[in-house]
């Protein structure tokens, strides 16, 4: 298995990046890839999960061993398929996830994107007191500004960000709904978009 990829970080989208090690370029799923943005073009370390099925295989990537932990435990819930471990990812930290898990939070853990009461319940029954040890762990920020954008480039970094919360579930009509306020950020990264995008949903 494959523990971590390190290398140039030479692409991103909406979905995934693109890291080259030793003359080979590894497309990585991520959470938020715009949150690589600052390394682009630069060494960077991912922590990798490999997603074997009979029809597919996909590298999965997260900045700490933490994260790649708590997805794959994520996976092992019934109702929880990759797409959906990445989006809860995306929305919060590790901590807050096994915060609302051990306190039987259902209300939090159904405001990610198709985990409903059912799937919510099962996360409690099959994770609650076996993630403890993460409580205190926090995502890391790496918020980025960028000064002096033009509105053409604060155009392209809000669709980028609009299509990397659709890459994770949210639906035209949810992102629709927080486009305004997204919007109003005039002076921001993609990913600090995207960051706060996931905020709002949170907020709904």
């Known amino acids: 298995m494959i523990a971590y990829i390190q290398g140039v ?5 909406a979905e995934s990046v693109i890291v080259e090690a030793n003359g080979v370029g590894y497309d ?3 959470a938020n890839p715009f949150a690589y943005q600052a390394n682009k073009n630069k060494e960077v370390r991912i922590y990798t999960y ?3 099925r009979e029809d597919t295989q996909m590298l999965y990537g997260f900045k700490t061993p933490e994260e790649k932990s708590l997805f794959a435990k994520l996976l092992n819930v019934s109702g929880i398929g990759p797409k959906g471990a ?3 990812l995306a929305s919060t930290s590790v901590g807050e996830v096994v ?3 051990e306190r039987e939070d259902e209300t939090f853990l159904t405001k990610f994107p198709g985990v409903g009461k059912k799937t919510a319940r099962q996360m409690i029954l099959d994770l609650k007191g076996k993630l403890t040890e993460w409580l205190p762990v926090e995502q890391e920020e790496g918020t980025i500004f960028f000064e002096g954008e033009t509105k053409e480039e604060q155009s ?3 669709e980028e960000a609009i299509e990397a919360m659709k890459a994770l579930g949210y639906s035209e009509k949810e992102l629709k709904s927080i486009r305004p306020r997204l919007q109003e950020e005039t002076t921001t990264s993609t990913d600090d978009l995207v960051r706060k995008g996931l905020s709002l949903m949170m907020q709904k």
């Open 156 to 158: 392209k970094q809000l």
């Open 9 to 13: 970080l030479t692409s991103i989208d």
């Open 50 to 52: 490999h997603y074997v």
């Open 99 to 101: 915060s609302a898990i």
């Open 28 to 30: 990585i799923c991520c």
């Open 86 to 88: 990445l989006a809860i």
